[in-house]
């Protein structure tokens, strides 16, 4: 599904690169649900950042089912749009909604790309996830009035909307207690066993990286399998 191969991203810092990712390799097989652990400052988001096309890499190749991801090839843009809002769905650490529209409206807005309004399927799967992630009764509400716990739910239903292969979380739970956090884990791995998602998360949490099947530790820019 995904193949990441000598990744390598510097940052400047003052006179002198940072090297972030020191030529990284990652496989990714569809359907895999991955934790990403790693101190503050390793390079969780800069990974993140650059499976979701957000991000160039400096070197090395990277390809989703076969097919080169070149995020600074300016005759793929569309083909980058189609990717990130199809393909990928991305929770944000901050979450990211937009604070003048309610919960609905948020989870609909990806499916506004490249038209004005959203479909009867559209609406219909929205009511589906916000069933699925236990927030039905808030699909009104501007979501400024929500807890950090239901806007975590609110963001992962708009990164689902779109069906997209692989959901992509940069501390999905960073900010939670135990108890939402908990429930946050158990929302992952449904949405990878009944959807079949593949999902690669960045997580500080042992009850995320418990319902991940396979646990990285990113250090020195490089991967290492943990379990
Ligand atoms: N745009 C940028 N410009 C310069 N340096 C950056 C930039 N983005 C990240 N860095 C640096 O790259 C390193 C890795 O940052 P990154 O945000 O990827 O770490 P992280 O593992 O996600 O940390 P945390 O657990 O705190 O979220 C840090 O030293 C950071 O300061
Ligand atoms: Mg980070």
């Known amino acids: 599904m ?5 990744i390598t991203k510097r940052f400047a810092d003052g006179q002198r690169a940072l090297t972030v990712l020191d030529s990284l390799s990652l496989h990714v097989d569809e359907g895999e649900f991955i934790a990403i652990t790693g101190e503050s400052g390793a390079g969780k988001t800069t990974l993140l950042n650059i499976l979701g096309t957000l991000l160039p890499a400096d070197e090395g190749q990277y390809s989703i089912r076969g097919e080169k991801v ?12 189609h990717l990130r809002n199809k393909e ?3 929770v944000y650490q901050d979450h ?3 604070p003048q529209f ?29 069933e699925f992630t236990g927030i039905l009764p808030l699909k009104d509400s501007p979501v400024t009035q929500l807890s950090g716990g239901e806007q975590t739910r609110v963001a992962i ?3 689902l909307i779109n069906q997209p ?34 999902i690669i998360m960045a997580t500080h949490s042992a009850e995320m990286s418990k319902v991940a099947k396979k646990t990285y530790l990113l250090k020195e820019g490089k991967l290492r399998v943990k379990n």
């Open 102 to 130: 309610t919960v609905l409206q948020n989870i609909l807005l990806p499916t506004l790309a490249t038209k004005t309004t959203s479909t009867e399927e559209e609406q219909q799967r929205a009511l589906s996830l916000l």
């Open 2 to 6: 995904i193949e990441l191969k000598d």
């Open 70 to 81: 070149e995020v600074s090839d300016e005759t793929g843009v569309e083909r980058l749009c």
């Open 96 to 98: 990211r909604l937009l």
């Open 88 to 90: 990928i769905g991305f």
């Open 165 to 198: 292969a692989i959901l992509l979380a940069d501390e999905p739970t960073g900010q939670l207690d135990v108890a939402n956090t908990q429930t946050i884990a158990t929302l992952f791995q449904q949405v990878n066993t009944q959807f079949h998602t593949t």
């Open 157 to 159: 239903c708009r990164a």
